[in-house]
């Protein structure tokens, strides 16, 4: 079982920054795909973001390619989502998740076993 709880959400204004942290239980962090996404109010939930278990692959959504990075400290169970430059359309409960078994796919939500409560982000314009 792992357990994952998202932290840094907020109200900003277009154009400025911030980070999110999802923090993971569990000893075996390292081995496990990490993932972002989001779900805006009455959208479905998308891909944002996913790093491999080394830390050393990642991949982006085109809508976010350049704006956001993610990164992962292995010795602290967190993977975090530094989000630059924000846009109204960036507006969204955020969600991470943990992909604990193989598959060639970091993009589908399908792909994923745990997920977090969500922190919501807000973007005014």
């Known amino acids: 079982q792992v357990q994952l709880v998202e932290s840094g959400g907020g109200l900003v204004q277009a154009g400025e920054s911030l980070r999110l942290s999802c923090a993971a239980s569990?000893?075996?962090?390292?081995?496990?795909?990490m993932g972002w996404f989001r779900q805006a109010a009455g959208k479905e939930r998308e891909f944002v973001a996913a790093?491999?278990?080394?830390?050393?692959?990642?991949y982006y959504a085109d809508s976010v390619k350049g704006r956001f990075t993610i990164s992962r400290d292995n010795a602290k169970n967190t993977v975090y989502l530094q989000m630059n430059s924000l846009k109204a359309e960036d507006t969204a409960v955020y969600y991470c998740?943990?992909?604990?078994?193989?598959?060639?796919?970091?993009?589908?939500?399908?792909?994923?076993?745990?997920w977090g409560q969500g922190t919501q982000v807000t973007v005014s314009s």
């Open positions: 790093i491999s278990g080394s830390g050393v692959t990642t």
């Open positions: 998740a943990a992909r604990t078994g193989y598959s060639a796919s970091y993009y589908s939500s399908k792909e994923y076993d745990y």
């Open positions: 569990g000893r075996t962090f390292r081995s496990y795909a």
